[in-house]
């Protein structure tokens, strides 16, 4: 007897590939069952297959009439916690003023920091669930979030606090991470070293007080150079943090090799990455998190080479990057046709982007990312008939209805 039984699926994308990233050949291939049905039991899948092996045995049963059903997103970039937000830097924007002139300023990131220094515990956890209500709506049963709006052991252990609270109350899995070195403080210029050694400082804390479980740094141009990212990555990496880094957003530096070289989980943004880089991703296990939402919204012409990646065999993920200066969005499905148009990604490797190399790029690859007997339900109903309709039809909530381990969360 299943507590819930959805039938009558038009297509039922499982994802269920064999267990590992997907990368080459494999990213134009989608595990799916045409005229399925799944069901859960105690917030476990139970059953998965087609219409004619089904028992109709269930406390609720669902007709999908057709309509598609997948796993739930994982969205593996957020800077999910945040005081404030900058509506007001749009007419600095609008003038062609460049992302990195406006942080120079004292801008960008700094003005978040003022805001979140200024912001109670209770206020950033009320904002960050906000937030993860509206990831929900979007289909994200999974998402990473990290901290980087303190620039200062206070608040940045604040942030990491908040990602805790939140996880104790909402459905939402969160995976967090560690971003302290994330702009170079307005008092710290010209002593990099020494603001590094002190975010380094805070790490055991974090690790006792299983606060993150990766540490992720900005590699560019005025923010940390490459060598100090490596540096910085590798102690973290002996401390026993997965680790991740912004690198080849704006210039291109060589962040990408870096990441690479020292086996980070993830390489995101990477619209500057060079061909070694890319050979370099290709012959890893680092999977690059592309962000072209981004990319569209500083206004900018230089997508990260997508379609380049995967056919060179880089393991291709997708995420919102969801932050309130570059990319103030939770839609994680607009990036999906943001990919499409921009990356030249077709249907098949979007969903293999934002589901199952998501969930492997925040090391949730055992757990998220595919619908399989004995894992969690975490399952979304579309109100659309394939999978491709999904990056086709832009803009809008394709949601029908998110059942979060097994218990619908939004309807
Ligand atoms: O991923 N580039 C660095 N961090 C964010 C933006 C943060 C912000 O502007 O507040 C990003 O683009
Ligand atoms: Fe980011």
Partial sequence: MFDTLLINIGQLVTMDHKDGLIRGEAMQTLPVIENGAIGFTDGAITFIGSM????????????????????????????????GSREHEIALKL?????LEIL??????????????????????????????RMLSYGITTAEAKSGYGLDVDTEMKQLEVVQHVQETHSIDLVSTFLGAHAVPKDYKGKEEAFLQEMLDLLPTIK??????FVDIFCETDVFTVEESKRYLQKAQELGFGTKIHADEIDSLGGTEAAAEIDCISADHLCGASDEGIRMLAESNTVAVLLPGTTFYLNKEEFARGRKMIDSGVAVSLATDFNPGSSPTENLQFIMSVAMLKLRMTPEEIWNAVTVNASYAI??????????????ADVI??????????????????????????KKVVK
């Avoid at 092996?53 to 945040?82: N, R, S, W």
């Avoid at 003038?95 to 992302?99: A, I």
């Avoid at 006792?208 to 479980?213: I, K, P, S, T």
């Fill in 363 to 376: 090391g949730r690859g055992d757990v998220a990312g595919k619908l399989r007997v004995g894992r969690k």
């Fill in 381 to 406: 109903i579309w109100d659309a008939p394939n999978y491709a309709y999904i990056p086709y039809h832009y803009g809008v909530n394709h949601v029908n209805t998110v059942f979060k381990a097994g």
């Fill in 104 to 133: 120079r300023r004292g801008g960008g990131i700094h003005s978040t920091v003022s805001a979140t220094k200024q912001a109670t515990t209770e206020e950033l956890v009320k904002k960050a669930i906000f937030h993860c209500n």
């Fill in 52 to 83: 004619d092996d089904v028992k109709l045995e269930a406390k609720e049963v669902i007709d999908c009439e057709g309509k598609l059903v997948t796993p739930g997103l994982v969205d593996p970039h957020t800077h999910l916690v945040f005081g």
């Fill in 208 to 213: 006792e007080r299983n606060l993150a479980e």
């Fill in 95 to 99: 003038q062609g003023v460049p992302y």
